[in-house]
């Protein structure tokens, strides 16, 4: 038996005279989706009768469309799929300070490298591939110490200074609303920055959060901070970016599992072919010693 969406689910402990359980009351609407249409990761898609006007500003994405029924998209064949498309990818560090008196995390400095339209066919090495590099930084106490402004223009990226940790967010999602990237990644980000960096947008109220992802919200969802179930609201956030966290198994390839990590100067190489230059490589000794949370990164 089959329910529309758009019908009230199930409950979950509905049983009946010829049936003891009903599954997939659960089940959201996009796993279905791509369930039926074997859609395994990204692909090229056919698309038929597609409506543009129909659309409006429901999601970050540039072209935004619109089909009546899901079976006008289909999963091209191999032999018809053209050549994967070049993607934008944003390597992204953070480092963490502990509120002894709030008892939580905060964000001092937030780096990231962006290179744009990498080919996925590419083989030089990171030092070759051009890029941007941004570190965004507040100061540990009211102010930074005299003269570090001139420090900062001394080395070598843009080095923004703000003054208050939401002025940071802000300004790292507005770098990141510009680059619009494809694929986000680091080191330990699955398990560490990424929900630091969820957990501060939400408790600084930082406008415009959503853009962490590509899909438009107008609130948080309910299950996140809740254990288990805000591993899977942390996941929806993303939704239109690939996440990749070269410290977990699906991540690590190649001489990540293999080369010394310097936390502050973090050389990573995806597949051999995708190579990513993590953080920035004086923002440990800028900042200067016993300001930031030591973290394990083995």
């Known amino acids: ?22 599954f997939g009351t659960t089940t959201a609407l996009f796993e279905q989706f791509v369930l039926w249409k074997s859609i395994m990761g990204p692909c090229w898609l056919s698309i038929d009768g597609a409506e543009i006007s129909q659309m409006n500003n ?92 001139a420090l900062c223009k001394k080395q ?15 300004k790292f999602l507005a770098l990141l609303e510009r680059a619009d990237p494809d694929v986000l990644l680091g080191h330990q980000l699955q398990d560490v920055d990424y929900p630091v960096l969820l957990s501060r947008f939400r408790e600084k109220k930082t406008p415009g959060w959503h853009r962490i992802g590509r899909l438009r919200r107008s609130e948080w969802p309910r299950n996140m901070g809740k254990g288990g179930a805000s591993f899977f609201a942390e996941r929806q956030l993303v939704s239109g970016r690939l996440l990749c966290d070269v410290a977990n198994d699906m991540g690590r390839v190649g001489s990540c599992a293999t080369r010394p990590i310097d936390p502050a100067n973090i050389p990573l190489v995806v597949d051999d072919q995708v ?24």
């Open 1 to 22: 038996m089959l329910t529309g969406f758009v019908e009230p689910p199930l409950p979950v402990e509905m049983k009946g005279d010829t049936f003891s359980h009903v």
């Open 275 to 298: 190579p990513i230059l993590d953080a920035n490589r004086n923002v440990r000794n800028l900042l200067g010693r016993g300001k930031l949370t030591p973290r394990n990164r083995q």
């Open 156 to 170: 070598r990226g843009t080095i923004m200074l703000e003054k208050t940790e939401s002025m940071l967010l802000s």
């Open 58 to 149: 429901a999601s970050w994405c540039k072209c935004e469309l619109q089909v009546a029924s899901p079976k006008a998209i289909t999963v091209l064949k191999e032999s018809d799929a053209q050549d994967a498309p070049p993607l934008t990818f944003m390597s992204i560090a953070l480092r963490t300070t502990w509120n002894v008196k709030e008892n939580k995390q905060e964000i001092l400095v937030a780096s990231a490298r962006v290179y744009e339209n990498l080919s996925m066919t590419d083989t030089r090495n990171a030092e070759d591939l051009p890029c941007t590099t941004y570190t965004i930084m507040r100061p540990v106490e009211a102010s930074f110490p005299t003269g570090f402004d």
